[in-house]
């Protein structure tokens, strides 16, 4: 018993600061937990009122506007469509006028196709009453009135216009096959080195001296390679 005595008095103090540092201990942790739970307490009641969650999809408003309704508006009485409901037929528009291009000739066949005065003769001699001669006829005379319009029998590139002494006003079309046409006794309404298509028209009728004694006429030859053929008109 004295030993337990000798004990506490020499190691008193240290028992007491223990003692507070126990209890200093104790307080603190009773003091934290109470903390804890406050904090626990608080986040619970926070997540009961505001349940949201990291994964939770929100679906956003659906701003897409809706397709207006669109009313046909009421045909009118004019249109194709109401005519045709009512039983009236729509009015065809007037075909437009084909304007034939100045200078030019719709069908040549009328025109070469008229009375022939003197027909190709090929190798055959023929009197030539103007220049009292016997001579090959190179082409075919087709009658027709002075001041006429002449028209192309084949389209081409005009290669010769010129004013001969024998046979007029001459006017040379090269057609697509190197066929050589020559028009005399041809007052010329073309130029060198133009176009002419069939029909066009190249000049009108004048005067052939080498054949004044026939009536007014063209006359019309055929040349292919340098040698004279029958016109096909």
């Not at 030539?128 to 590139?157: C, I, Q």
């Not at 080498?210 to 006429?217: C, I, Q």
Request: glycine share 10%; charged share 20%.
């Amino acid at each position: 018993m004295e030993h337990l005595k000798h004990f506490f008095k020499q190691k008193g103090l240290y028992l007491a600061c223990l003692a507070v540092v126990f209890a200093a201990t104790a307080a603190g942790v009773l003091a934290l937990r109470s903390v804890l739970n406050h904090v626990v307490e608080l986040t619970g009641t926070a997540q009961e009122e505001t349940p949201w969650q990291d994964d939770t999809t929100v679906n956003k408003p659906d701003t897409t506007q809706p397709e207006p309704v669109r009313t046909p508006a009421p045909a009118s009485s004019a249109s194709p469509s109401s005519d045709a409901a009512s039983g009236v037929p729509a009015a065809s528009p007037a075909p437009a006028a084909s304007a034939a291009p100045s200078g030019a000739a719709a069908k040549p066949s009328d025109f070469w196709q008229g009375k022939v005065l003197a027909p190709y003769s090929g190798d055959e001699l023929v009197y030539n009453a103007t220049l009292g001669d016997w001579r090959t006829h190179n082409g075919v005379d087709a009658a027709a009135a002075a001041g006429d319009e002449v028209p192309a029998v084949k389209g081409g590139r005009v290669s010769v216009v010129e004013d001969d002494a024998l046979w007029g006003g001459v006017v040379e079309i090269v057609d697509a096959n190197g066929c050589t046409w020559r028009y005399c006794g041809v007052t010329p309404s073309c130029v060198v080195g133009g176009d002419a298509a069939a029909g066009d028209v190249i000049g009108v009728v004048a005067a052939i001296p080498a054949e004044a004694d026939l009536a007014s006429h063209v006359h019309l030859e055929c040349l292919k390679d340098g040698a004279w053929m029958k016109p096909e008109i």
